[in-house]
């Protein structure tokens, strides 16, 4: 198994240390993993997911299960497997929220030292649990008790019926899991919430998570990446299905794409950009009184970056480095603010 890891963002690793002291007595070869899985309109490949965590190496697990309002036959699916194996699975209920809103509550509702969020479309491969476990162990085993972790890994693609498409996401869409700073991850969110594994010091950071953001696992990526330690896994965890109703789907790096991308509209790019420069606003309100003063000096400059000029809007990309990878993706932000 290989990895790296990345120290909190801009040199400040001793600011999520020590906040909580758990983990501390734990036994983290078997302590119990909670999942929790977000459904909505799940009808079509829910069973194959769930039947994917049931084939999991790793046995020390339990399921909680939260969906968003589904009015297909989600709940009845739910039900079936909650009667097979109601020590292990766990139903909350469903009422009608948001996908990032559904985690959000899933991340108050859960309780175990160490979660793993998980999409109801894809398929963990086998040794999942294991491989995430062993990496959050390293990763662990290097930082006083208390430090908030994240540890994420690479994907495959696949389309709606499991036929591959790529075996690393990170090869496809050319992203850098070893660029993850704050200012890195405000524009481009790299680790995928479905991979995420998170311990308690950093699920308590991220509740409640604000409307403003983009997604749960770019809200829990900035939080790591400020308070904490984010461990990078290489092996690929999970069948990522690309199908119609993907919230965010994968793509290939390509000019292609992106003169695609461009012929949509700068106003559509624009409302994207915007989602970020909105969770940036949120992020700086709810962490103030946390963050180094060079962070707050960045966030504050990128959440009115709306109201610069011209020249001073790049100014502030890169005097922050608040960029994406790749020369294309930075070429589109410099042509679209």
């Not at 194996?85 to 809103?101: E, N, Q, V, W, Y």
């Not at 990526?221 to 904490?228: E, P, Y």
């Amino acid at each position: 198994m290989t990895g790296i890891s990345i120290r909190a963002g801009n040199g400040y690793p001793e600011r999520g240390q020590l906040r909580h002291r758990s983990c501390v007595n734990l036994d983290l070869e078997t302590e119990k993993i909670e999942i929790l899985l977000a459904t909505f309109q799940s009808e079509k490949f829910l069973s194959e997911q769930i039947d994917s965590i049931l084939s999991q190496t790793d046995p020390n697990w339990t399921l909680l299960i939260r969906d968003g309002g589904s009015s297909d036959s989600t709940p009845e699916i739910i039900d079936r497997y909650v009667r097979r194996d109601p020590d292990r699975i766990r139903f909350l209920g469903s009422s009608r929220t948001s996908a990032c809103k559904n985690f959000s509550l899933l991340l108050e509702a859960a309780r175990a030292e160490l979660v793993m969020p998980c999409d109801h479309d894809d398929v963990w491969l086998p040794e999942k649990i294991a491989l995430t476990r062993k990496r959050y162990i390293e990763e662990y085993r290097k930082n006083p008790p208390g430090t908030p972790i994240l540890i994420f890994s690479d994907l495959r693609i696949v389309d709606e019926d499991l036929n591959l498409i790529s075996p690393s996401l990170m090869r496809y869409s050319k992203l850098r899991p070893d660029r993850l700073s704050l200012s890195r991850l405000l524009v481009q969110n790299v680790p995928q919430g479905n991979t995420m594994l998170l311990n308690s010091a950093l699920r308590k950071l991220v509740h409640p998570i604000p409307a403003e953001a983009v997604m749960h696992d770019s809200w829990i990526a900035l939080t790591a990446a400020a308070f904490g330690r984010i461990g990078y896994l290489e092996e690929s965890t999970i069948l990522y299905r690309q199908h119609n109703g993907n919230v965010f789907g994968a793509f290939r790096y390509s000019v292609a794409f992106f003169m695609k991308k461009i012929s949509e509209g700068r106003k559509k790019l624009l409302l994207r950009w915007d989602m970020n420069v909105r969770q940036a606003q949120a992020f700086l309100e709810c962490n103030r009184s946390r963050l180094a003063p060079e962070e707050i000096r960045m966030l504050t400059r990128f959440s009115s970056i709306g109201r610069a000029g011209f020249f001073k809007k790049r100014y502030i990309l890169i005097r922050y480095k608040i960029l994406k990878t790749g020369f294309i993706r930075n070429l589109g932000i410099f042509l679209i603010i």
